[in-house]
């Protein structure tokens, strides 16, 4: 797992698949109902305070896992504990490893190259300490790269 706090509104979380054994990728009301209750673990365990209007936006790999963007939208002035989601979940998504040194990302079965930077695919087998030696990319962004970069080495799925 991987949790960046970037204000008191904003989180980012990256969940590996191996999370959540048994659970369906494919079925959004699986992945919503178990990625709520990994944010109140989370808000429990890092007394973290949520309270108001929240988007949950999910980005889901099967073979790499989940990750989320938690943005707070707006207060809610009932209840000062009260958390509401709007979640959004988008379905077969590709996590790459940004990075400015191709030696950084070596243990990525597929690189590609794209305006200066490299870009490993994360997969399932993918050496959970490699996320720390750069940016996790997905989205638009991710789909950018996977049709405009070029591939540098592929080692094999």
Known sequence: MRFEILDTDNYLIYLNSATFRGMDFTNEEDITTQTKLVIMRLKRNYNIYLSGFYQMSIYVG???????????????DFDLMA??????VYLNQTF??????????????????YEGK????????????L?????????????????????VGILGD
């Open 62 to 76: 099967e073979k790499t896992g989940l990750f989320i963007e938690l943005k707070k939208l707006e207060e809610i």
């Open 83 to 88: 958390i509401d989601l709007k979640v959004v």
């Open 96 to 113: 790459l490893l940004e990075t400015d040194d191709f030696d950084k990302i070596k243990g990525c079965l597929k690189i590609i190259a």
């Open 118 to 129: 490299y870009y490993g695919v994360l997969t399932k087998n993918t050496d959970i300490s």
């Open 131 to 151: 996320l720390e030696m750069g940016n996790i990319i997905y989205g638009t962004l991710a789909d950018l790269v996977l049709s405009m970069g070029a591939p």
